[in-house]
């Protein structure tokens, strides 16, 4: 079983509805949880970062945590071209390791005009 | 605002050569990582430095692969006799300490052949 596990899609959604990507992760302990985006050919870029067990708005982006089931997702509201992306998210257990982070494989998302 | 800096973008080199990379941090950040990302898969997480103490490396890849931070600024991450399985995409990435959100730079990408 993989640390941090995601569909690796494509999710396909048309532009203006909402994107839901799911991230579970194996480790109880994990304290803190990401997402990035990452464009094709470049290099990963935070979106957002939750550490608390419920919602998390920024802007079009809301991240939920729900540490009992250990998943963690991001939806994005009003779905744009420019959001085609791959999604990563990310677990840091809090461990000695100071900030490593543990990556899912990513979920690709296509959002069609 | 300058942000993670990484030196050569690209690389390419035969197998059995070594190569070194060089990242310049975001220059108030002590914390600095470095995680290697191939195709369709997430960054694994290599080793990081706080200032010039490098606190991690046993998931360094092999022996092949050694980190220095020397005067806590700068880090170089060099690959000795390189295999085509070393092609990837390297990334550096920094933080604050006791802050657990690390910022990525562009990458280096190696291509052995």
């Known amino acids: 079983q993989k640390e941090v596990e995601q569909n690796s899609g494509p999710l396909s959604v048309p532009e203006g509805a909402i994107a839901s990507l799911n991230c579970t992760y194996s480790?109880?302990?994990?304290?803190?949880f990401f997402w990035y985006r990452q464009y094709s050919g470049k290099s990963p870029e935070l979106i957002m970062f939750i550490y608390s067990n419920g919602d998390k708005e920024d802007g079009r982006f809301t991240a939920q945590l729900n540490k009992a089931s250990q998943y963690v997702s991001l939806l994005i509201r009003d779905s744009q071209p420019s959001d085609s992306a791959t999604y990563l998210c990310?677990?840091?257990?809090?461990?000695?390791?100071?900030?490593?982070?543990?990556f899912g494989g990513g979920t690709r998302l296509m959002v069609k005009p | 605002d300058t942000g993670v800096s990484q030196n050569p973008r690209h690389k390419i080199t035969k197998r059995g050569q070594n190569v070194t990379f060089r990242c310049d941090p975001i220059s108030e950040h002590n914390r600095l990582y470095w995680y290697r990302q191939t195709l369709g898969q997430g960054p694994e997480f290599l080793t990081y430095?706080?200032?010039?103490?490098?606190?991690?490396k046993s998931r360094l890849l092999s022996d092949r692969f050694s980190a220095e931070r020397p005067k806590g600024s700068f880090s170089t991450l060099e690959i000795q006799r390189t295999e085509q399985g070393d092609s990837a995409m390297y990334l550096c990435a920094s933080s604050l300490p006791y802050w657990n959100t690390i910022y990525f730079g562009e990458g280096s990408w190696l291509t052995v052949v």
């Open positions: 990310a677990v840091n257990k809090g461990d000695n390791a100071g900030n490593m982070l543990t």
């Open positions: 480790d109880r302990g994990s304290q803190s």
């Open positions: 430095f706080q200032n010039e103490a490098q606190l991690e």
